[in-house]
């Protein structure tokens, strides 16, 4: 495997692998790799000549410093779990300084109003620092495919409407949630629940479930009271917001009409941030 923190060295790799013909297909990550990230790099590989997997954990999406400094970070069992798949990836790897080079500030994006809802009312800035981090890293790694999963599906808009705007010549590859045999959808928070709260973290996922087996009898208002009702019986559990939104616009139901929709959620489990979505159709 090969690894790489600096930004000409790893394009001058990309470039010679371009000439020879190479798909390239590019996972970009924040570390802490768990398998619904392998899913996305074996999704690559299967689909590619060349797999790139960026690890960065990227400060400017960080709305609380202390998220940021406590985010999981073990570079060494990540590279082991990458080669585990198989040794023929490149790894990125780069610091903040290498990224940003000067102030470590967020662009100014357009993200047509994708970032009005949910994630983006809750944490300010989180999707302007997502925006400039994933434009920096394509415009960088240029691939022919970049994989996003579903877990974080407002992110995912996010990047298909970037890629359209600033007219990237890549492929975004939708993947599927991958989850605990629970329920618990995989993430590197997880990783700072206690045994106890990650069984009961797995109640936002029942109230995704119940919001999709009441979708067609219920209200979204009704189904949102209910599961508001249902999550105060933890009290570990604080609800951040539970919204049932149209899935290509992110905006929340107000009358049902022949669309996509999707029901999102996002809560502390026990002080840890946990946010979960599913489709309704
Ligand atoms: P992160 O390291 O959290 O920034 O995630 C990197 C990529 O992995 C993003 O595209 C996430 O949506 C994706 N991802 C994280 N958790 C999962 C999961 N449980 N299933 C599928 N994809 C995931």
């Not at 890293?137 to 890629?163: A, C, M, T, W």
């Not at 933890?234 to 049932?244: D, G, N, V």
């Not at 939104?245 to 502390?268: H, S, V």
Request: net charge neutral; with cysteine; proline share 2%.
């Amino acid at each position: 495997m090969l690894i790489f923190s600096n930004i000409l060295q790893i394009q001058n790799h990309l470039t010679k692998l371009k000439s020879e013909g190479s798909i390239i297909g590019f996972v970009p990550t924040m570390g802490a790799l768990h398998d619904g990230h392998l899913s996305l790099i074996k999704k690559s590989i299967s689909e590619n000549d060349s797999t790139v997997v960026s690890i960065f954990v990227n400060p400017t999406q960080f709305d609380d410093s202390n998220d940021l400094l406590t985010y999981p970070k073990d570079i060494e069992k990540d590279i082991a779990l990458i080669k585990s798949i198989s040794e023929n990836t490149v790894l990125f790897k780069p610091d903040s300084y290498e990224i940003y080079s000067g102030e470590i500030k967020s662009d100014e994006f357009n993200l047509n109003g994708l970032d009005k809802y949910m994630e983006g009312e809750c944490r300010g800035n989180h999707f302007q620092g997502v925006a400039t981090v994933v434009n920096k890293l394509l415009s960088i790694v240029k691939p022919d495919h970049v994989y996003f999963g579903e877990k974080d599906f407002q992110q995912l808009r996010i990047i298909e409407n970037l890629v359209l705007d600033q007219k990237f010549d890549t492929k975004v590859v939708r993947c599927k949630t991958v989850r605990s045999s629970d329920g618990l959808a995989l993430s590197s928070r997880n990783k700072k629940l206690s045994f106890s709260s990650a069984k009961i973290a797995t109640n936002l996922f029942k109230a995704l479930n119940f919001a999709k087996e009441k979708f067609n009898t219920l209200d979204a208002i009704e189904i949102e009271k209910k599961v508001i009702e249902q999550l105060s019986a933890h009290s570990e559990i604080q609800l951040e917001y539970f919204a049932i939104a149209d899935e290509e616009t992110l905006e929340p139901l107000l009358i049902k009409k022949n669309k996509k929709y999707r029901a999102f959620i996002a809560a502390y489990v026990s002080g840890v941030r946990l946010i979960d979505n599913k489709k309704l159709y």
